[in-house]
């Protein structure tokens, strides 16, 4: 790493991923630094692993069926995003202009109410680290029954495409689309990745605070960045934090 005027430090990586190349040149926060300011460095590199992984499954004879204007999996499924891409996504509300800003605002809302009148609000908020594979999947069911849509679907298309969370770059199918509207019940293939970046996040957010971290909905990300706020201004070393994330994704 090497400084830089704009109080960013450049890091170059050389990876292999499926035993193609991949280049990382990407810039961090010369300092200390909030989890949520890694994220653009971080999805730059995650994009480049998913474009290896992406031509590795292509070159095998299968096709990734996820194209713009396919919008199942923003219609129904929880989405879970890390609590430093909920604080993310609350300040990417903050800045939208009106009457975008309005209406992203409203759409949370209205999916936040759908989720306490299902009782399903404290579940997610409050996750319980004692649940078992069976009753994440029960109340999972329940969540996509409520076909919850993504308050970032616009015209059917993402309108943060550039900013979304990990699970939403990462979640690329080979299965015909229509199956991704019932992914429990369904055959969907989703393609392998490679790397966990929000595993990673979820593990860095830990050695920060001290406290177990879990995902929540992108849905409850407004309602979770307000209350957990005080864990996730927490910073610490960007050049610590970035290293420990892209080895335990990479692991
Ligand atoms: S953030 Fe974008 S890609 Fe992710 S669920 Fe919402 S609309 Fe879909």
Redesign the pocket.
């Known amino acids: 790493m090497g400084g830089h005027p704009e109080g960013t430090a450049r890091v170059t990586l050389a990876l292999r991923v499926h035993d193609r190349p991949v280049h990382i040149d990407v810039r961090l926060p010369d300092r200390t630094a909030r989890l949520d300011e890694l994220l653009p460095a971080l999805r730059e590199m995650d994009d480049r692993v998913i474009d290896a992984t992406i031509a590795h499954v292509e070159a095998g004879g299968e096709r990734v069926s996820c194209a713009k204007g396919c ?1 199942a ?3 129904a ?1 929880p ?1 879970p995003v890390t609590p430093p891409e909920a604080y993310a ?1 609350a300040r990417l509300v903050e800045r939208l202009p009106e009457p975008s800003g309005a209406r992203v605002r409203a759409a949370f809302t209205a999916n936040v109410t759908r989720l306490r009148e299902a009782g399903l609000y404290e579940a997610y908020m409050q996750r319980d680290p004692a649940m078992t594979r069976d009753e994440a999947r029960i109340i999972a069911r329940r969540y996509m029954a409520l076909r919850l ?6 015209d059917d ?5 550039a ?3 990990f ?3 990462q ?1 690329l199918v080979t299965s015909p689309p229509k199956l991704c509207e019932a992914p429990l019940d369904n055959a969907v293939k989703p393609v392998p990745m490679p790397a966990t970046f929000a595993t990673a996040m979820l593990e860095a957010g830990e050695a920060l605070t001290g406290r177990a971290q879990h995902t929540v909905p ?1 849905t409850l990300a407004l309602d979770y960045a307000e209350a957990s706020r005080m864990d996730i201004e927490k910073s610490g070393s960007a050049k610590l934090a970035f290293e420990q994330i892209v080895r335990r994704a990479l692991k």
Do not use: D, N
Not at 149 to 154: D, G, N, S, V, Y
Not at 157 to 161: G, R
């Open positions: 919008s999996c923003c219609r499924q989405v996504l849509t993504c308050p970032f679907l616009a298309a993402c309108s943060i495409y900013e979304r969370p699970t939403c770059r979640y992108l």
